[in-house]
T-cell receptor, first 110, second 114 residues
Framework: DAKTTQPNSMESNEEEPVHLPCNHS???????IHWYRQLPSQGPEYVIH???SNVNNRMASLAIAEDRKSSTLILHRATLRDAAVYYC???????????FGGGTRLMVKP | DAGITQSPRHKVTETGTPVTLRCHQT?????MYWYRQDPGHGLRLIHY???????DKGEVSDGYSVSRSKTEDFLLTLESATSSQTSVYFC?????????????FGPGTRLTVT
């Protein structure tokens, strides 16, 4: 199983950066690391993914440890709309599906 | 918006009845997925499809069947609904090539089995 470990919840203040950690010690060399988030009463939403190098897009940045056993999703300025459950995952061995773990519930305070 | 719709959005049914949920996409993506989401379990993969008439099981496939007779539609059938299948069901498509891809999800179907 493609298991990851994330804190159950985190809190942040609005307009401050947020660093969401994820451990994936059993990841293999060719597995991409994916992050999704789920807002209340909505389907999961793609955030970002990467393999080895750090990645940036309009939503967030992904910092991947050199040994690839952990990664950090960075929201540069949290807004109230960023309050969601954030899931870190990677592909299973077949490479064609994602396994979702428990996720981190991010709460953003005004 | 990845052009994914699910129908119905809400359904209440009785134990023992068959139920079919529909996922429709407008962008001709090859891979489609069905997940269920339950409190305490996160999202779990039920079945997926990698082309017309090509499907495979996921982690929680017992009691479910799927069909894909055309690229745009992926149907999930509960052959005889049970209360344990009360859940929120999400369909997803895959965009991009393995191993670097993204999944985009539909709005979900809330199913209650009484």
């Amino acid at each position: 199983d493609a298991k990851t470990t994330q804190p159950n919840s985190m809190e942040s203040n609005e307009e401050e950066p947020v660093h969401l950690p994820c451990n994936h010690s059993t990841i293999s060399g060719t597995d991409y690391i994916h992050w999704y988030r789920q807002l209340p009463s909505q389907g999961p939403e793609y955030v970002i993914h990467g393999l080895t190098s750090n990645v940036n897009n309009r939503m967030a940045s992904l910092a991947i440890a050199e040994d690839r056993k952990s990664s950090t999703l960075i929201l540069h300025r949290a807004t109230l709309r960023d309050a969601a459950v954030y899931y870190c995952m990677y592909q299973n061995n077949a490479g064609n599906m994602l396994t979702f773990g428990g996720g981190t519930r991010l709460m953003v305070k005004p | 918006d990845a052009g994914i719709t699910q129908s119905p959005r809400h359904k209440v049914t009785e134990t023992g009845t068959p139920v079919t949920l529909r996922c429709h996409q407008t962008e001709n993506h090859r891979y489609m997925y069905w997940y269920r989401q339950d409190p305490g379990h996160g999202l779990r993969l039920i079945h997926y499809s990698y082309g017309v008439k090509d499907t495979d099981k996921g982690e929680v496939s017992d009691g479910y069947s799927v069909s894909r007779s055309k690229t745009e539609d992926f149907l999930l059938t509960l052959e005889s609904a049970t209360s344990s299948q009360t859940s929120v069901y999400f369909c997803a498509i895959r965009v991009g090539q393995n191993p670097s891809y993204e999944q985009y999800f539909g709005p979900g179907t809330r199913l209650t089995v009484t």
